[in-house]
């Protein structure tokens, strides 16, 4: 089996195993993936789609992308006012960065580098760590990104905060 499948395989049930209704995705046959809705919080709210995806690498390693949507679609103020949030914010990750795509969807990415030196499992735990860590940064901006979202200045965010 070719090792983009064997590490979305793995990584596929390990999500499983934590609880995540995962779907493949089969869009792009060199870009294997998948793609699961995640709650944010305890509660099971504050509900985010993420998509995992294999990119063959260069001279050593491989990438799995990790795109989170947090908000799908922000009217053009909002969008404004997303983006100076977004300025700020990303000063304080420390794995990948938010951004707007097409000028309204706002999302988090990053690619994770993965070393041809680990087996499959190895690959998927990692992303799995990785995956893990970065729903906590987002969910601590995700409540601020669904005001800004609804209308809320990031003047006012930040006079709240």
């Known amino acids: 089996m070719e090792r983009s499948k064997q590490i979305m395989d793995a990584l596929e049930a390990l999500l499983r195993e934590q609880g995540f209704d995962v779907q493949p995705d089969g ?16 509660d ?6 993420a998509e995992l995806h294999f990119i063959a690498g260069p001279q050593g390693f491989d990438v799995i992308q990790l795109y989170t949507t ?9 969008a404004a006012e997303t983006a100076k949030a977004i300025a700020v914010w990303n000063q304080d990750l420390l794995l990948g960065a938010f951004a707007l795509r097409d000028g309204s969807q706002l999302y988090h990415r990053y690619c994770l580098t993965v070393p041809h030196s680990l087996d ?7 992303a799995l ?4 860590f970065i729903l ?9 990104a669904l005001l800004l979202a609804s209308g ?3 003047e006012t965010l ?3 905060g």
């Open 27 to 42: 869009r792009l046959d060199e870009h294997p993936g998948v793609n699961l809705l995640i709650p944010l919080q305890e």
């Open 44 to 49: 099971g709210t504050e509900l985010v789609f």
């Open 70 to 78: 947090l908000v799908g679609e922000l009217q053009p103020q909002a």
């Open 120 to 126: 499959p499992g190895q690959a998927a735990a990692l």
């Open 129 to 132: 760590d990785a995956f893990s």
């Open 136 to 144: 906590g940064q987002i969910a601590e901006y995700h409540g601020d």
């Open 152 to 154: 809320t200045t990031f």
């Open 158 to 160: 930040c006079a709240m």
